[in-house]
């Protein structure tokens, strides 16, 4: 089994997929949530995506010298692929420390550093595009940026419109059809 279809499946059988009434972080409304947070608690599902994520920057010969997630749910996704990689990592908080070193991020950020994001769900992409900035203002290049699952619901066009690259290892459209549900359904 190829380990895409073995991450789908891990998300499908692990009951990632929620049906019910969500606000999700985008402040938009949906009746399905992907909660990839459950999922990351899994050692299995963490080496597959950091595998993934590895190969499929390999393939595209995307030139990295850091892994960067915005906190809480990218930061076990981008340590297992530090982990992976044996490359630096860095958090993106959601807001500045307001006691201590006041920092945006934790790690040690340069200029000129080329940085891999990663996220787990995208959905209008708010949340990871905010990051990349925070890491473009610290001078970092962001090379690409890597989500578990893409909701489809504007994150790609909005994040190349932002001038990055965009990297779903599966898309929410690939999820329900494995899972048999259609969209209607959601």
């Known amino acids: 089994m190829k380990m895409k279809?073995?991450?789908?499946?891990?998300?499908?059988?692990?009951?990632?997929?929620?049906?019910?009434?969500?606000?999700?972080?985008?402040?938009?409304?949906?009746?399905?949530?992907?909660?990839?947070?459950?999922?990351?608690?899994?050692p299995k599902a963490l080496r597959i995506i950091a595998k993934l994520i590895k190969e499929k920057a390999e393939e595209l010969n995307l030139n990295y010298d850091k892994?960067?997630?915005?906190?809480?749910?990218?930061?076990?996704?981008?340590?297992a692929l530090s982990l992976e990689t044996n490359k630096p990592l860095l958090i993106v908080r959601k807001k500045k420390k307001e006691h201590g070193t006041g920092k945006v991020i934790e790690g040690n950020v340069q200029k000129g550093d080329k940085v891999l994001l990663v996220e787990d769900v995208t959905t209008t992409g708010g949340s990871v595009i905010r990051a990349a900035k925070i890491l473009r203002e610290h001078g970092a290049d962001v090379v690409g940026?890597?989500?578990?699952?893409?909701?489809?619901?504007?994150?790609?066009?909005?994040?190349?419109?932002e001038?990055?690259?965009?990297?779903?290892?599966?898309?929410?459209?690939?999820?329900?059809?494995?899972a048999g549900i259609s969209k209607d359904q959601s």
């Open 5 to 42: 279809d073995e991450l789908i499946n891990l998300i499908i059988n692990e009951g990632c997929i929620k049906f019910g009434h969500f606000v999700l972080t985008s402040g938009k409304e949906s009746n399905y949530y992907i909660d990839i947070k459950s999922l990351i608690t899994n």
């Open 163 to 178: 001038g990055f690259k965009f990297y779903p290892l599966v898309l929410v459209s690939e999820l329900f059809k494995a």
């Open 145 to 161: 940026i890597f989500v578990v699952v893409d909701r489809e619901e504007g994150a790609k066009e909005n994040i190349e419109k």
């Open 67 to 79: 892994i960067a997630g915005p906190e809480l749910g990218a930061v076990p996704i981008a340590t």
